[in-house]
T-cell receptor, first 115, second 116 residues
Framework: SQTIHQWPATLVQPVGSPLSLECTVE??????LYWYRQAAGRGLQLLFYSVGIGQISSEVPQNLSASRPQDRQFILSSKKLLLSDSGFYLC??????????????FGPGTRLTVL | AQSVTQLGSHVSVSEGALVLLRCNYSSSVPPYLFWYVQYPNQGLQLLLKYTTGATLVKGINGFEAEFKKSETSFHLTKPSAHMSDAAEYFC??????????????FGKGTHLIIQP
């Protein structure tokens, strides 16, 4: 069966510090991978998605970046965190079915607090 | 562009009462539709999905949803609420966009409160 891992589970970082969040998927190959951010009391905002190694698409401009160094590894980074980067970060994976995206499977999330 | 509207950011029902969470979507093509549940500080868990075929779909934990194309709706229901159903619920839609593996489009969520 497939599983998805995220770490760390929680993180408290000062403004201006770097960030690295990691997501790995097991039990599937060539998945589509996604990073979402969920601010307090708000819905999900898609940040990045990837259809393959080294292929990253950004949904919104920001000081975050993503990389996919391996097929089942997705990393979210920042060189300098802002207060507004605080939130709950979710990684997800999916497959495609013809022209459609199938359901996404989510990791447990990382709670990031920037002080 | 596709969009999802969830009516009511908070819904409160009594334990044992009917749960009805509303979701309307807009899409240029017949979409795939999903309901997810999120418990505090956890990821999202798939409750149920509609792709093609039967318009009434059953999911986990006694939930079901009906796809109504004429109303562009996909409301989530459960006949009898349990205290354990208290959570955030998200409706999501998938259709073909820009030829790529875009993410699902999510509604803003409905917080379900169960009164004892």
């Amino acid at each position: 069966s497939q599983t998805i891992h995220q770490w760390p589970a929680t993180l408290v970082q000062p403004v201006g510090s770097p960030l690295s969040l990691e997501c790995t998927v097991e039990g599937t190959s060539n998945p589509n991978l996604y990073w979402y951010r969920q601010a307090a009391g708000r819905g999900l905002q898609l940040l990045f998605y990837s259809v393959g190694i080294g292929q990253i698409s950004s949904e919104v401009p920001q000081n975050l970046s993503a990389s996919r160094p391996q097929d089942r590894q997705f990393i979210l980074s920042s060189k300098k965190l802002l207060l507004s980067d605080s939130g709950f970060y979710l990684c997800a994976w999916s497959t495609t079915s013809g022209r459609f995206i199938n359901e996404q499977f989510f990791g447990p999330g990382t709670r990031l607090t920037v002080l | 562009a596709q969009s999802v509207t969830q009516l009511g950011s908070h819904v409160s029902v009594s334990e044992g009462a009917l749960v009805l969470l509303r979701c309307n979507y807009s899409s240029s093509v017949p979409p795939y539709l999903f309901w997810y549940v999120q418990y505090p500080n956890q990821g999202l868990q798939l409750l149920l999905k509609y792709t093609t075929g039967a318009t009434l779909v059953k999911g986990i934990n006694g939930f079901e949803a009906e796809f109504k194309k004429s109303e562009t709706s996909f409301h989530l229901t459960k006949p009898s609420a349990h205290m354990s159903d208290a959570a955030e619920y998200f409706c999501a839609v998938s259709d073909w966009r820009r030829g790529g593996a875009d993410g699902l489009t999510f509604g803003k969520g409905t917080h379900l409160i169960i009164q004892p």
